[in-house]
Structures are given as structure tokens and as C-alpha cells.
């Protein structure tokens, strides 16, 4: 007798030769796609066209981007953005600094510069710190500088190079009032003297002092010294005020030339 053949094994091998074929397919194509997209990484599309600076005022983009070690050309894969990172922040006026690839072929540098906060007076000049105390110039005049100059501050010894960070009581105690000023409160500010940091005395645009006791309350204080000034200024009496302590908020104490 003739063998008998199954119709339905024969189906189920087809379907599993077809099966594995499928199966053989689907990987030859994700190798295919792998190679390609691979290919695609390389090619010449994503070489760096252009490298964008923003935030810096202070530092050049040239010198910005001599010191990155960043090249235009370079695959942009290729660029080591955190040493580049790193090389950028040993520089003097930058403060913080954050490199983004935007595909296909930029780089982005964002640049937060360091800003001047205040001027020490010395024999020989003016010293430039940030709110940080790190001197970051000398200067013999302002120069349009929007800074509060501090007195009653020993000057830096000779030879202090830039980049130091300044340290000090008193430093450290104007520094803290500087820190709780807005920006309005800081332009009526012409100097701070600190000679003695629990007796601060600011000089203010009105030709009027204000004594502030210790760091502490800044804007509070300063807050009762500018009512009592427009009220005084109201009264006609401003030209001949001398000072108001507000050492003792609660309590302030006007003195008249």
C-alpha cells in the first residue's frame, strides 16, 4: 500500500518554512537599516557649520571659541562638549557655561558672564569683584560702571592677580547687603562704608546717609530710610537732612545739618 499523506502536516511544514523565511527577512532588513542610519551618523551632514555664542559680553566669540577647542568641520558627534565645558569655565568672566548640539550641524555655547558688583578703594585704584568677591578688574575710574564702591575695606596686597576671590569680614558683610539689594535700591546707592560691619552707613544719590546697624533686615531698612526721605523731601526739609539711623527699624532717628 501507498504511504497516505496528511494534507494538514503538509500545510503546517509549509507554514513553518515560510515562517523562518519571514523571520530571516525582518533581520536582514534591521541590519540594512542599522548599516544605513549608521552610515547616515557619519556622513558629512552632521559635520559643524556653525558654533553660536550667546551671553557674552565681556569675552569675545573668537576668544570664547579658541579656548573651547571646538572646530568647525568636526563631526559633531565628535566634539568632546563637556571638556569643552570645562576649558570654557576656567576663564575669568564666565560664570557658568551649557553646550546643546542642534542637529544637523550646530553647536549652541549659552554663556552666563560673571557681573560687576562692587569697587574696593585702594591707594592705587579701584578693585572689581563680582557679588562672589572674585576680583575680576582694576581700574583707576569707574568708567560708567554701575558698581557700589566700598570703603572702610583694606585693598588686596600688591600683586593679588585677577580671578582671586577676596575674603574678609568686611567684605563678607557688605557682600551680604549687596546680595538682599533689588536693582533700584542698589542705584541710590553711591558707597557702603564697612569699617565697622556692625555700623554699616550707606551714601545714598540723595546726598543723605543712612545708618544701618549690622547686615541683617537689609530691605526692610532701607525700605523706612526712603519713606522717611520722600516724607521729609515733602515737607520741604530734605536739603537739611543729614542722616537717618535705621538701625532700629521700629525706632529711626533723623539728624539735620
Known sequence: ????????????????????FAWLG??????????????????????????EFNGNQQVSDEELL???GLTIGEHIYAANIERAETMLATHLWVQQVDITRRL?????????????AAAITGADGL????????????????????????????????????GTVLE???LAAAMAVIHQMD???????????????QKITLHTSYGVDFYMGDKNDFMNKFSVGLKILQAENDKGLLDSLKYIDVSLPDQPVLAYR
Request: glycine residues 8%; positive net charge.
Open 1 to 20: 500500500m501507498g504511504e497516505v499523506v496528511s494534507f494538514e502536516k503538509e500545510k503546517k511544514r509549509r507554514r513553518r518554512r515560510v515562517g523562518s
Open 26 to 51: 525582518w533581520l536582514l532588513m534591521m541590519l540594512l537599516s542599522l548599516a544605513l542610519g549608521f552610515g547616515f551618523a557619519q556622513s558629512a551632514v552632521f559635520n559643524i557649520r556653525s558654533i
Open 66 to 68: 579658541a579656548l573651547s
Open 104 to 116: 544637523p550641524s550646530t553647536l549652541q555655547v549659552n554663556v552666563v558672564e560673571r557681573v560687576p
Open 127 to 162: 578693585y572689581i569683584v563680582d557679588a562672589a568677591g572674585m576680583l575680576l578688574m582694576k581700574k583707576k575710574l569707574l568708567e560708567g560702571l554701575r558698581v557700589i564702591v566700598l570703603s572702610g575695606i583694606e585693598a588686596p596686597p600688591e600683586g593679588t592677580t585677577l
Open 168 to 170: 574678609g569680614d568686611k
Open 183 to 197: 536693582e533700584s535700591s542698589a542705584g541710590l546707592i553711591s558707597e557702603m562704608d564697612v569699617s565697622d560691619p
